[in-house]
């Protein structure tokens, strides 16, 4: 199993960015976009279910749309209205609960810039 992620880097703030996570290997029931800011926990940005259902962290919900392409088996994450606080390393997720499977790609640098 692997998960390619993609679409990092420098942003000023107001712009936008969409992030990729390709996953290969199975299929996943739920996949998302967590990041991590230096010297904080990580959080989830987003996620959706296989089925389409999304959830959305309150710091993005109305900016942000997360979305999935079954066909690809890729996410992904367009996030607007960027601000400087949205920097962090976003790492993408992807789980299997009833298979107790939780794997996590390699982490993508989002800086926005003031």
């Known amino acids: 199993v692997q998960l390619q992620a993609s679409g990092g880097g420098l942003v000023q703030a107001g712009g936008s960015l969409r992030l990729s996570c390709a996953a290969s290997g199975m299929i996943f029931s739920i996949m998302g976009w967590y990041r991590q800011a230096p010297g904080r926990q990580r959080e989830l940005v987003a996620s959706i279910r296989y089925g389409g259902r999304t959830n959305y962290a309150d710091s993005v919900k109305g900016r942000s749309t997360i979305s999935r392409d079954s066909s690809k088996n890729t996410v992904y994450l367009q996030i607007n209205s960027l601000k400087p606080e949205d920097t962090a390393v976003y790492y993408c997720?992807?789980?299997?609960?009833?298979?107790?499977?939780?794997?996590w790609g390699q982490g993508t640098q989002v800086t926005v810039s003031s």
């Open positions: 997720n992807a789980q299997a609960p009833s298979r107790g499977i939780d794997y």
